[in-house]
Nanobody
Framework: QVQLVESGGGLVQAGGSLRLSCEAS????????MGWYRQVAGPQRQWVAT???????NYADSVKGRFTISRDNTKNTVYLSMNSLRPEDTAVYYC??????????????WGQGTQVTVSS
């Protein structure tokens, strides 16, 4: 019923920039909160940033001041602009969305992930 597809990952040198995109598609009533998470190793994913439908944002301390999350509701897309990248930012980045699939029924969905590698 809902698919999230990330794009924009790649290899970049320390200090460089990348912009990730995540587009939602399928059958649903509305997209609610959206966010980005990253996974370095093992099963645990670290929260990076979230954004509400109205555009209110929150960031993990490790990326605050360097990353910017934004969304275009007309395109059903959320973005993550990453500046001043560091080797420790290397991870698989996942998009997450809370989606209303029926009136009053919300489910969480994940994208497939996109690799970001920052070289030193």
């Amino acid at each position: 019923q809902v698919q999230l597809v990330e794009s924009g990952g790649g290899l970049v040198q320390a200090g460089g920039s990348l912009r990730l995109s995540c587009e939602a598609s399928g059958s649903y009533y509305s997209l609610n909160g959206m966010g980005w998470y990253r996974q370095v190793a093992g099963p645990q994913r670290q929260w990076v940033a979230t954004i509400t439908t109205s555009g209110f944002t929150n960031y993990a301390d490790s990326v605050k001041g360097r990353f910017t999350i934004s969304r275009d509701n007309t395109k059903n897309t959320v973005y993550l602009s990453m500046n001043s990248l560091r080797p420790e930012d290397t991870a698989v980045y996942y998009c997450n969305a809370v989606v209303m699939i029926r009136p009053g029924i919300n489910n969480g969905y994940w994208g497939q992930g996109t690799q970001v590698t920052v070289s030193s």
